[in-house]
């Protein structure tokens, strides 16, 4: 009979172990103006839930989807000059 727990535990005793890379950490770090963005916009976006957006509600809103963008363009545009430099 064998035990389903022995299995488990193998698999999550691997995964948890480790730290995070050199190059997983380098990855966070590029991503962090995006995530920084994301999270000025759901702040402005939590801010109107219990209340009647004013103007400078949904400017501060519009304001943060525009860095968003901004900064999934910066990373893209990153990612695409990587990609074609690592290629040559």
């Known amino acids: 009979m064998e035990h389903i727990v022995a299995l ?9 172990d480790g730290e995070p890379s050199a190059a997983e950490l380098d990855a966070i770090e590029v991503e962090m103006p995006l995530i920084r963005a994301e999270v000025e916009l759901l702040d402005a976006q939590i801010m109107t839930l219990d209340r009647t957006p004013t103007e400078l ?19 893209t545009n990153r990612a695409g000059v990587v990609q074609s430099g690592g290629a040559a």
């Open 57 to 75: 509600d949904e400017r501060r809103v519009r304001r943060a989807r525009n860095r968003v963008l901004a900064a999934r363009r910066d990373l």
């Open 8 to 16: 488990q535990d193998l698999v999550t005793a691997a995964s948890l």
